[in-house]
Nanobody
C-alpha cells in the first residue's frame, strides 16, 4: 500500500509556472507507475501525464504537451509535475495516482491509490 500527498499548488498568473510534488510513503514506490490527473469544476477527471516505474514517460494530454513535464525520483519517493506557460484553462484540482507495476496508462481505472489533491488556479 502507498499513501500519496501532493503539494505545490497555488494561485499564479497566466504565463507563470508551478511545480507540483507528490510524496509517497512506503518502500515500494519504485514499483508504481504514476499519473497526474486534474479535475476542473463540472468536468470529468482527466489524465495530464503518466510515467512508468522506471521513468519512461508514456503520456501527455494534448492540451499540456510542450508545457508540462512529469518526472520522478525514486530515491526520494516523489513524482513531479513541472507546469510552465500556465493558462486559465489549467485551473483545476490536481491529483497524483499510483498503479502497482502499471504501464502508465492515461485512464483512471488502473490507478489504485490517489492523493487528496492540490488546487491550481491560474488567473488571466
Amino acid at each position: 500500500q502507498v499513501q500519496l500527498v501532493e503539494s505545490g499548488g497555488g494561485l499564479v498568473q497566466a504565463g507563470g509556472s508551478l511545480r507540483l510534488s507528490c510524496a509517497a510513503s512506503g518502500r515500494t514506490f519504485s514499483s508504481y507507475a504514476m499519473g497526474w490527473f486534474r479535475q476542473a469544476p463540472g468536468k470529468e477527471r482527466e489524465c495530464v501525464a503518466a510515467i512508468t516505474w522506471s521513468g519512461v514517460v508514456t503520456y501527455y494530454a494534448d492540451s499540456v504537451k510542450g508545457r508540462f513535464t512529469i518526472s520522478r525520483d525514486n530515491a526520494k519517493n516523489t513524482v513531479y509535475l513541472q507546469m510552465n506557460s500556465l493558462k486559465p484553462e489549467d485551473t483545476a484540482v490536481y491529483y497524483c495516482a499510483a498503479d502497482l507495476w502499471g504501464s502508465g496508462l492515461p485512464t483512471i481505472t488502473p490507478y489504485d491509490y490517489w492523493g487528496q489533491g492540490t488546487q491550481v488556479t491560474v488567473s488571466s
